[in-house]
């Protein structure tokens, strides 16, 4: 599981791993200490190719491996924890400050710190990348960039396992900045071992926007949206905690809640409704399954710390309404699908009817929740792309714009430079999809653990953006980028992204639009085509395996719901949580995914097994034909309306009309009597069959046993019969023999006689 949020290294001891130089010789002080301090890189380390030579700028080189680090035998970590201004402009003074870590097992001396700049701008985005990704060159070039005036002494001696404070500050004025654009900025640490040349002993290259205010700035459309692991079974227990943590304070939840509420104008809401509707469920009380087998329910201790998140919730969208253009009658939210589900996997396995439930139910749920309207669905793709059929699934349950990737619809001329709308083609006709810029969200997943890899992202995000301001021709159509994460469940660091958010509401390439606004422009668009839905988009899909155990548990509950007299209530709870198990979040937690289903299996089956029937042993007939009393059971709070059949073991041995309409009370049983005809005279095994109003087989059978006594009599008659038929024969042969006899005697009187 993956609900527990772990706690973060103080930042000002967090070292970043792609600062780290490795050596031969590092000590086991140093690297231990290195272990705990260090975090995901934001820029993996690779290797330099040599092959691929040096460009003009000395360390900027172009077509690297996909990596920043310094070179091997490098040895100083470098962490920034400051970078100012956000948005430079002439007059402001450049500021860089941060820490040196020694992670070699031997003393640096004369260590020292000085800055470089790329002697021209970035000019695609592509270059950016590239920049991001090279390998330094382990020899300190002699050119102009690297600013001696900009050097600082840090320390006589770096002692293996010391850090040191640095400090770097120069007036923009005094940099090489012609033209606007994005510069190459670098850190280079100085320093010598032994009685070894001063040479490069680590560094950090990161970027610096360098726009006029004058510019021509674009508009950035962020997208928030909220959204967990739907883990609650149909009685509304949870399998975890997860949910409640997330939205107690410091949770992930709560995290961008926080920033966004403190940013308000510039981010667009959009929130699973199944969410809103387990936070007001949480905030009443709930219950939440514990230990090792999940075998004991308990009450859970978050319940106000879930109201008071719903309840900011409600507070920052009505500050957000009095900006936003989504209407004056609506929330400025939009909603995905109940539980976010993977459509795509649903549509493919046959069950279209969860997903146009999952949609129409969507926009009810999230308004009886916060009590005013809300839009209704905006599918948010997993993929990030979408194929023809599930666009067509979409488009029929009334779902008007999806959120892809950009390359999803990639613009049909390739020097084209792709904004953030474009138009899905289906079936039913276009829908609005909204285009996530795939490097902006990229640059968003990027670590940010530690407060220098948050700078890092920060500046990687600005330099993405203003070259776009910078591509963008003015003419065009539209001017709207949109950002966001490609994972909705997205756990960014909170200080990182409410620094950016800061940073981007500032820039002067950047003015801040809403996702209506995008919506609503009249544009004539870019022409576009639909990128491919292969094998592996496929391939990220809930298993066809995993939704056929979900499929069974809807014919359970059709079954369950044939019966009852008034499903209301017990229908809609389970088919809830049959949407929740059909969730994209199941994705990357399969185990809790199967955990769901099967709980959800089990509650259905101990549902049916309430109503049952009685009868069993052995039941004999007067003849061929007779009565069989069957008793039906029903030990559920509401009345059933239940059908019953006799079933012989095998079948055709055994005719017997079905009963229907057979009504029984809660917690009552009734009594019938069903006709049975059994072919044969040998014992017969047969089941007492419950049946739905429709004849569908009902839970499981009660097994008796039909004993016919027409063969009995059949015997007796046969038995009769053949002792009359020898009475019959010795009487005839007896008579014959007297007869016979009485012949001769008068035979041998007559030859007697004397002749006259």
């Known amino acids: ?183 190459t900025l670098m850190v280079e640490v100085l320093g010598a071992s032994g009685d070894t040349r001063v040479s490069r002993q680590g560094g950090i290259r990161t970027f610096l926007p360098w726009m006029g205010s004058d510019s021509n700035p674009i508009d950035l459309v962020w997208l928030w949206p909220l959204a967990d ?27 961008l809640l926080t920033v966004a509420a403190s940013n308000a104008s510039r ?79 649903v549509n493919r396995t046959g069950s279209d009817t969860d997903v146009v439930r999952a949609t129409t139910m969507a926009g009810g749920v999230a308004s009886s929740v916060l009590g005013e309207t809300v839009s209704g669905s905006i599918y948010w793709a997993p993929s990030g792309r979408l194929n023809k059929r599930t666009g067509d699934l979409l488009a029929s349950s009334g779902v008007r714009t999806v959120i892809l990737r950009g390359n999803a619809l990639p613009p049909t001329n390739p020097n084209t430079i792709s904004t953030g709308l474009g138009v899905l083609g289906t079936t039913y006709g276009g829908i609005n999809a909204v285009l996530i810029d795939p490097g902006l969200s990229t640059t968003l997943a990027l670590p940010q653990a530690s407060k220098s890899d948050g700078i890092l992202m920060r500046q990687r995000f600005l330099a993405e953006t203003a070259v776009l301001s910078q591509l963008v021709p003015e003419d065009a159509g539209s001017r ?61 899909e809930l298993p066809a395996s995993y939704l056929e155990k979900v499929q069974n548990a809807s014919k359970q509950l059709a079954s369950l719901t044939a019966v009852l007299d008034n499903p209301s209530g017990v229908t809609g709870a389970y088919a809830e949580a049959i949407l929740r198990a059909q969730s994209s979040a199941w994705r990357s937690e399969p185990a809790t995914g199967e955990e769901l289903v099967a709980s959800i299996s089990t509650s259905l089956r101990d549902e049916i097994s309430q109503v049952y029937a009685l009868s069993e042993g052995t039941i004999t007939l007067s003849g061929e034909s007779g009565s069989v009393p069957v008793t039906i059971a029903n ?63 009902f839970g499981q059978p009660a097994r008796i046993e039909l004993v016919s006594t027409a063969y009995a009599r059949a015997a007796a008659w046969v038995i009769g019969a053949a002792f009359i038929a020898i009475v019959l024969f010795v009487v005839v042969g007896i008579t014959r023999r007297v007869h016979k006899a009485t012949i001769g005697s008068r035979t041998d009187s007559q030859k007697n006689e004397p002749h006259v």
Not at 233 to 255: K, T
């Open 1 to 183: 599981m993956k609900w527990t949020r772990q706690p973060r290294l103080p930042t000002l001891c967090v070292y970043p791993r792609y600062m780290v130089f490795k050596s031969e010789q590092k000590s086991v002080r140093a690297r231990s200490r290195l272990r705990t301090l260090t975090v995901t890189p934001l820029l993996s380390i690779s290797l330099f190719s040599a092959a691929l030579g040096f460009c003009g700028l000395g360390f900027f080189v172009a077509g690297a491996a996909p990596a920043t680090a310094d070179p091997a035998g490098s040895v100083i970590a470098v962490v920034v924890d400051r970078l100012t201004p956000l948005a430079p402009q002439p007059g402001e003074t450049l500021r860089i400050s941060g820490k040196l870590l020694n992670t070699s097992d031997v003393a640096i001396n004369q260590v020292s710190a000085r800055l470089g700049v790329s002697a021209s701008p970035i000019e695609e985005r592509a270059q950016i990348t590239k920049q991001a990704n090279l390998e330094l060159d382990p020899e300190i070039e002699s050119v102009d960039y690297f600013l001696n005036k900009t050097k600082v002494a840090i320390s006589d001696t770096l002692r293996p396992g010391d850090e040191a404070d640095f400090d770097i500050s120069v007036p923009l004025n005094d940099l090489p900045l012609g033209r606007d654009g994005v510069y």
């Open 229 to 255: 692991y739907p883990a609650q079974q149909a009685n509304g227990v949870l399998l975890n905690e997860g949910i409640p943590r997330s939205l107690a304070p410091g949770g992930r939840l709560d995290s």
């Open 267 to 345: 981010v667009s809401w959009i929130a699973d409704p199944q969410l809103l509707q387990v936070a007001q469920d949480l905030s009443g009380g709930y219950q939440v399954r514990r230990g090792e087998d999940n075998d004991s329910v308990s009450v859970g201790d978050l319940s106000q710390e879930a109201g008071q998140w719903l309840d900011r919730l409600q507070v920052a969208l009505r500050a957000a309404g009095s900006t936003a253009s989504a209407g004056s009658d609506r929330l400025p939210l939009r909603v995905t699908p109940y539980a976010d589900i993977d459509a795509s996997a």
């Open 480 to 540: 709207m980028i949109v950002a966001g994460p490609f994972n909705i469940r997205w756990n960014p660091e909170p200080a990182a992204l409410n620094s950016l958010l800061e940073a981007t509401g500032t820039a002067p390439w950047l003015d801040s639009a809403s996702l209506s606004d995008l919506l609503t422009e009249n544009s004539p668009g870019i022409p576009r085509k639909r990128g491919g839905y292969g094998p592996k988009a496929q391939g990220t």
């Open 635 to 697: 030990d559920l709070d509401r009345s059933v309306t239940v059908g019953v059949q006799l079933r012989g073991i095998p079948t055709a041995r055994l005719e017997s009309p079905p009963l229907f309409d057979i009504t029984i009370e809660p917690g009552k049983k009734v009594s019938v009597e069903l006709e049975a005809t059994v072919v044969g005279g040998r014992t017969l095994s047969a089941g007492v069959q419950l049946l739905t109003p429709e004849g569908q087989a």
